[in-house]
């Protein structure tokens, strides 16, 4: 058993524009040093790779593709998760977000120094989807193939992600 503090979690539900996932969003507070390059570092030692360094979307979106993982490495924001009646969170330098794929996410505000860095397990590809009419059918079809991931990617294999998706069907 790990000795890594437990993360905050969120569940979404189907709205019938975004489907969102039965698995729950993690919340890692001040779990990575405020630095690109570390996390970066940090979500490859552990397999999720693919990355970037941005922002976070102003719109609704989420991937049917892929899980994807946020880190915090500048700057605070307050960010949208579940679709627009879903819950506004904020987030900071330092804080993780594991987005299950399907979940919904939108910036609502940020300082004007955000810099996130993203990544995805295994690299894997992901698509951008913004909850339009008509595509609900194909993007569950979608997370039907989306693999769990194999670690976490703060902890590795000891990490709370492993246990609290164990056994979801998402």
């Known amino acids: 058993m790990t000795s890594e503090p437990a993360p905050e979690t969120f569940a979404f539900a189907d709205d019938g524009r975004f489907p969102n996932s039965a698995l729950p969003l993690l919340l890692y507070r001040g779990a990575v040093p405020a630095d690109p390059a570390a996390i970066e570092r940090v979500f490859a030692a552990h397999g ?28 605070q924001a307050e960010v949208c998760f579940g679709g627009p009646h879903g819950r506004v969170v904020a987030v900071q330098a ?19 120094d955000l810099l996130v860095v993203g990544a995805y397990p295994g690299g894997a590809s992901y698509d951008t989807r913004r909850g339009e009419p008509g595509e609900h ?27 609290l998706w164990a056994g979801i069907d998402a």
């Open 94 to 112: 330092g804080d993780v977000v594991v987005i299950p794929a399907g979940v919904a996410h939108c910036r609502r505000s940020a300082s004007s």
């Open 137 to 163: 059918e194909d993007v569950v079809r979608n997370l039907a193939d989306v693999a769990a991931p194999e670690q976490d990617p703060v902890y590795g294999r000891e990490g709370p992600l492993l246990r």
């Open 48 to 75: 999720w790779s693919g990355g970037w360094r941005d922002g976070i979307f102003p719109f609704h979106h989420f991937h049917s593709t892929a899980h994807e993982v946020l880190g915090i490495a500048a700057g």
